[in-house]
């Protein structure tokens, strides 16, 4: 799908989300939630292009492959907890938007230790060299 039938599909759930929801607002969340399911799933055909993207132009700078893969993980956890977020946030469950947050934040934490690590060695080792 292109772009503009993503926002009209967008468009018209949330519409047909917030009039159902005037008599059943369970089912109004259920169509919000579904129509948010069928647009993720339309979008991941230009995720994968993008990575491959990234793949290519790390080549070309020779740019480590695990680097590389931390860095598609790191946003792709990224994206995930805020969606995740504000799905809840909409849903009406703050407490447990905020907790997806906290986690996404920690799995990022964890994710980006060894990047730290490669660094600080890269610091010590040229200041062995140099200093």
């Keep these: 799908m292109d772009l503009f039938t993503l926002i009209g599909l967008?468009?018209?759930?949330a519409i047909a989300s917030f009039t159902v929801r005037s008599f059943d607002s369970s089912a109004g969340k259920n169509i919000a939630v579904a129509s948010l399911a069928l647009i993720l799933l339309s979008a991941l055909a230009y995720a994968s292009g993008a990575a491959e993207s990234i793949r290519t132009i790390a080549a070309m700078g020779e740019i480590p492959g695990e680097t590389v893969?931390?860095?598609?993980?790191?946003?792709?956890?990224?994206?995930?907890?805020?969606l995740t977020s504000s799905l809840c946030t909409d849903l009406g469950e703050s407490s447990l938007a905020a907790g997806c947050d906290l986690v996404g934040?920690?799995?990022?934490?964890?994710?980006?230790?060894?990047?730290?690590?490669?660094?600080?060695?890269?610091?010590?080792?040229?200041?062995?060299?140099?200093?």
């Design 69 to 82: 893969l931390i860095c598609i993980k790191a946003i792709g956890i990224a994206y995930l907890a805020k």
């Design 10 to 13: 967008a468009s018209a759930s």
């Design 105 to 131: 934040r920690l799995m990022l934490l964890g994710l980006a230790l060894p990047l730290v690590m490669r660094i600080g060695e890269a610091l010590i080792a040229f200041a062995e060299k140099y200093i």
